[in-house]
C-alpha cells in the first residue's frame, strides 16, 4: 500500500526561530521517513496580510526554503514547493469559492482573532476572508489525510473536512478524503528570552541564522527564576526558570538531573548555567549553519530543487482537477 499523503505549508513573512524549529519543522523531519510528503510555501497566503508590501515575499521564500534545507528536509524523500508555482491550486480555491457559505468562514475563530490582532492593517478584504478556502484548496488538491500544524489551525482543518464533505455530497462522489490534523509534540511551546512564546513580532527570538555571538547574548539574557535574586538563594527550575525549557531541550538527561539538584541547592548560578546553555545551543545549531553555508554556495540549487518539486505537485494537482472537473461538468465538455 502506497504511504499516506502528508502536506503542510508555511507562510513566507520573515526569518525561522527555536520555536517553529521545534514546534513544527522536528516534526516534519521525522515525517519525511515515514511518509509522502509535500512541504510548500504558501506565498500566496502571505498575500492577504502582506499585500500591501508584496516585493518582500520572493525573498522571504527563498530563505524559508533555504532554512527547511539546512535543517534537513530532503528533497529526495519530501516534495518542496511554491504555492503561487502550481496554478492549480487556485482553479480549485475559486471551484470551492462556489459552495461554501459565507457564513462559515465569517464566524471562524482564527479570522476573528487575526482581525483583533492586527488591527494596524485593513484585513476587510476578499482574500483574507478566503484564506481558508485557500487552505483548503492547498490540502484537498493533493488529496492529503495528514496535516501537521499548530493548534492555532485546527478551526482550519476543520473547515477544509467540511469543504470535503460538501464537495463530495453535492456532486455524489468520494473525491476527498478528509484529512486529520497531527499536532506537533511536546516541545510545541518554546519560550522566548523574556518568558512569552516565542515569536519574532515580540523580539524575544532566537533565529536559526542569527550569529554564534547572537545566540550566546540572546541566552545569557533569558529570564531565569525571578524569585532567586542570588546565587546563594534557593532556585525552583521546574517551576519558576523560563531557561529552563530551553536546557531540557537541549541538555542530556542526566545533566538536567544534576543542574535541577544543583540550583535548588543554590550552588549552581544563573550566569554559568546559561553559559553553558549557551554553548549546547550553539553545538546544536552549528550543523544547521554549515550545512546552509553549504547550500548557499552551490549555485543553481535552488532551480533544481524546486523544479523537481513543481513537476511533482503539479502532476499530483493535475490529476485531482481532471477529476473534480468531470464530476462537476460531467466528462468530454470542451
Ligand atoms: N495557514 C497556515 C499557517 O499560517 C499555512 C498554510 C497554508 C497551511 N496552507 C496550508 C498549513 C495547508 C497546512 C496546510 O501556518
Same mark, same amino acid.
Not at 459565507?102 to 490582532?117: A, F, G, H, I
Not at 492593517?121 to 500544524?149: M, N
Not at 512564546?197 to 533565529?207: D, E, L, P, Q, T
Not at 546559561?274 to 552549528?286: F, S
Given at each position: ?17 527555536? &520555536? ?14 515515514? =511518509? ?19 516585493? %518582500? ?14 535543517? &534537513? ?18 482553479? @480549485? ?13 465569517? %464566524? ?60 463530495? =455530497?453535492?456532486?455524489?462522489?468520494? !473525491? ?15 519560550? &522566548?528570552?523574556? &518568558? ?18 547572537? !545566540? ?6 533569558? !529570564? ?43 550552588? @549552581? ?15 546544536? @545549531? ?7 553555508? +553549504? ?12 523544479? +523537481?518539486?513543481?513537476?511533482?505537485? %503539479? ?20
Amino acid at each position: 500500500m502506497a504511504a499516506k499523503r502528508v502536506l503542510s505549508g508555511m507562510r513566507p513573512t520573515g526569518p525561522l526561530h527555536l &520555536g517553529h524549529l521545534h514546534g513544527v519543522l522536528k516534526n516534519w523531519l521525522a515525517l519525511q521517513e515515514k =511518509y509522502e510528503c509535500f512541504y510548500f510555501v504558501a506565498d500566496w497566503h502571505a498575500l492577504t496580510t502582506e499585500y500591501e508590501n508584496p516585493r %518582500r515575499i520572493p525573498e522571504f521564500s527563498r530563505e524559508l526554503l533555504l532554512e527547511w534545507l539546512s535543517v &534537513g528536509l530532503d528533497p529526495a524523500k519530501s516534495t518542496l514547493f511554491i504555492q503561487s508555482a502550481i496554478k492549480e491550486h487556485a482553479e @480549485l480555491y475559486l471551484l470551492f469559492g462556489m459552495i461554501v457559505p459565507v457564513s462559515w468562514l465569517e %464566524r471562524n475563530p482564527t479570522y476573528k482573532e487575526m482581525l483583533q490582532n492586527l488591527k494596524h492593517r485593513d484585513l476587510s478584504t476578499f482574500g483574507f476572508l478566503g484564506y481558508p478556502v485557500l487552505q483548503a484548496a492547498d490540502i484537498l488538491i493533493y488529496k492529503a489525510e495528514k496535516v501537521p500544524v499548530g493548534v492555532d489551525q485546527l478551526p482550519h482543518l476543520e473547515l477544509t473536512r467540511e469543504i470535503a464533505r460538501r464537495f463530495n =455530497y453535492l456532486y455524489d462522489r468520494e !473525491v476527498f478524503p478528509l484529512p486529520e490534523p497531527l499536532l506537533s509534540r511536546e516541545a510545541a511551546k518554546v519560550p &522566548g528570552i523574556d &518568558g512569552r512564546k516565542m515569536s519574532k513580532s515580540y523580539g524575544n527570538a532566537i533565529f536559526l541564522n542569527d550569529s554564534e555571538e547572537e !545566540v550566546r547574548r540572546k541566552v545569557l539574557a533569558m !529570564v531565569t527564576d525571578t524569585g532567586r535574586p542570588r546565587k546563594s538563594d534557593p532556585g525552583d527550575p521546574e517551576n519558576r526558570c523560563v531557561a529552563f525549557n530551553l536546557i531540557r531541550l537541549y541538555t542530556p538527561e542526566a545533566r538536567v538531573k544534576e543542574i535541577v539538584e544543583e540550583c535548588r541547592a543554590a550552588r @549552581l548560578g544563573c550566569k554559568d548555567c546559561k553559559r553553558e546553555l549557551a554553548e549546547r545551543v550553539i553545538e546544536a @545549531l552549528t550543523p544547521i549553519w554549515e550545512r546552509r553555508a +553549504e547550500l548557499e554556495s552551490r549555485k543553481g540549487l535552488f532551480e533544481e530543487i524546486l523544479a +523537481e518539486g513543481h513537476r511533482r505537485a %503539479r502532476e499530483a494537482a493535475r490529476r485531482t482537477l481532471e477529476e473534480v472537473r468531470e464530476v462537476l461538468w460531467g466528462p468530454r465538455y470542451f
